[in-house]
């Protein structure tokens, strides 16, 4: 059965579907879209801590943030990667 559509929308889709296969683009001095590196999706877990604990880990990492660029999930799992390696977990997964 024939398209109902006219030619000119069926060379466009041609033309689109060779573009995306090639990763190219039809205006190659556009802006492009830049690609976010997001960090890795992250779970909440709670647990209870001592006070003076958790004032430290809130002055480390808002200095972290300030002077690295390091927030304090980041921090956190470098602290439970130490505690790994500590009691000899297998690491390799994460």
Do not use: C
Request: glycine residues 4%; proline residues 6%; charged residues 35%.
């Amino acid at each position: 059965m024939p398209s109902n559509k006219p030619n000119w929308m069926d060379e466009e889709e041609s033309r689109a579907e060779e573009i995306a296969e090639t990763g190219g683009t039809s205006n190659p001095k556009a802006p492009q879209l830049v690609k976010v590196s997001r960090e890795p999706a992250r779970k909440q877990k709670a647990f209870y801590i001592q006070e003076s604990f958790a004032e430290m880990f809130e002055d480390l990492a808002h200095l972290e943030k300030k002077k690295n660029g390091v927030k304090a999930p980041q921090l956190a799992e470098e602290a439970l990667l130490m505690l790994f390696k500590k009691y000899k977990l297998d690491t390799s997964k994460l």
